[in-house]
Structures are given as structure tokens and as C-alpha cells.
């Protein structure tokens, strides 16, 4: 069996997969609301990255609270882009370490 099909395959993980993509769209929807409310315009593209950069740009979040967040869209683009190539031998297993030392 392929990792493609052993991943899709097992309910946890698919389970756990969709509640942090669930979480993460909620996340960035009430960011573009909070932004809006704030008199801060928000393009119908923009990524959660560049809704982060707003908050920090606007002075709309602490330095701590942007640092968090940062942490948050790397883990995200971690699991979003990276997890197949994790689990294919594609990519570094210790990529997502490096990422968490540079926060």
C-alpha cells in the first residue's frame, strides 16, 4: 500500500487532519473580520500570512501575539504543504524543528 492510500485510508489521522483545517479557516475568517472591524482593508486573496502582516503593520497585536501567530501559519503550512512528502521520505523529518528554532 502507498502512503497516499495509508494515510487516506486511516479515520484518525483524516479526522485530526480536517478539525486543523477547520480550526485554521476560522482562524483566518475571524482575522479578516477583526481587521475589517479595525477599518483595515483586507483583500478577497489575501493569505493568512499577509492578514498576520496586517495586524503587525496596523499595530493591532502585540509583538508576543504576532510571534504566535507566525508559529501558528508555519505549523499550518507545515501540515498543509509538507506532511505527504514527511511521510513519502520526500522532505527532511527534522524540517519542521528548524522552522520552530527560528521563532
Known amino acids: 500500500m502507498g502512503t497516499f492510500e495509508m494515510l487516506s485510508k486511516d479515520t484518525e ?3 485530526a487532519l480536517g478539525r486543523m483545517t477547520l480550526a485554521a479557516a476560522r482562524l483566518e475568517s475571524d482575522l479578516r473580520v ?11 486573496a489575501a493569505t493568512f500570512g499577509g492578514l498576520v502582516k496586517k495586524l503587525g503593520d496596523n499595530g493591532l497585536l502585540s ?6 501567530l ?10 498543509t504543504h509538507n506532511l505527504y512528502g514527511l511521510f513519502a521520505a520526500r522532505i527532511d ?11
Open 13 to 15: 489521522c483524516c479526522a
Open 34 to 44: 477583526f481587521l475589517t472591524l479595525n477599518g483595515v482593508q483586507v483583500g478577497a
Open 63 to 68: 509583538d508576543s501575539g504576532l510571534g504566535i
Open 70 to 79: 507566525r508559529g501558528l501559519k508555519r505549523q499550518r503550512n507545515y501540515l
Open 93 to 103: 523529518e527534522d524540517l519542521m524543528t528548524r522552522w520552530n528554532s527560528r521563532m
